[in-house]
Nanobody, 122 residues
Framework: VQLQASGGGLVQAGDSLRLSCAAS????????TGWFRQAPGKEREFVGG????????YYADSVRGRFTISRDNAKNTVYLQMTGLKPEDTAVYYC????????????????WGQGTQVTVSS
């Protein structure tokens, strides 16, 4: 499966932004999907994930309550809705997919998108 993340941009603190992860290739609806981010000079970190059915979602403590992940399998797309953005949310955001439960481990995800830049100014 091929993944394409989009929707990044430059916003101000407190703004909202929605990222999309569009999939092509195999049926995306069977893949659990995760979002990760990497800020300059830092390691990539887990943001949140969603089960293949969309029933289960899970988030890093740093974004819980501000970010929401959803999916539309008919459109082969997973979304990351970000609200209350902070300068520390500035990073390149990646989506990743796994046919198994991925959790918060990068190693569990087999397929990765190219990333989209989110910059939050103060």
């Amino acid at each position: 499966v091929q993944l394409q993340a989009s929707g990044g941009g430059l916003v101000q603190a407190g703004d909202s932004l929605r990222l999309s992860c569009a999939a092509s290739g195999r049926t995306f609806g069977i893949y659990n999907t995760g979002w990760f981010r990497q800020a300059p000079g830092k390691e990539r970190e887990f943001v949140g994930g969603i089960s293949w059915s969309g029933v289960s979602t899970y988030y890093a403590d740093s974004v819980r309550g501000r970010f929401t992940i959803s999916r539309d399998n008919a459109k082969n797309t997973v979304y990351l809705q970000m609200t209350g953005l902070k300068p520390e949310d500035t990073a390149v955001y990646y989506c990743a997919a796994s046919p198994k439960y991925g959790g918060n481990s990068e190693a569990a995800y087999e397929y990765w998108g190219q990333g989209t830049q989110v910059t939050v100014s103060s």
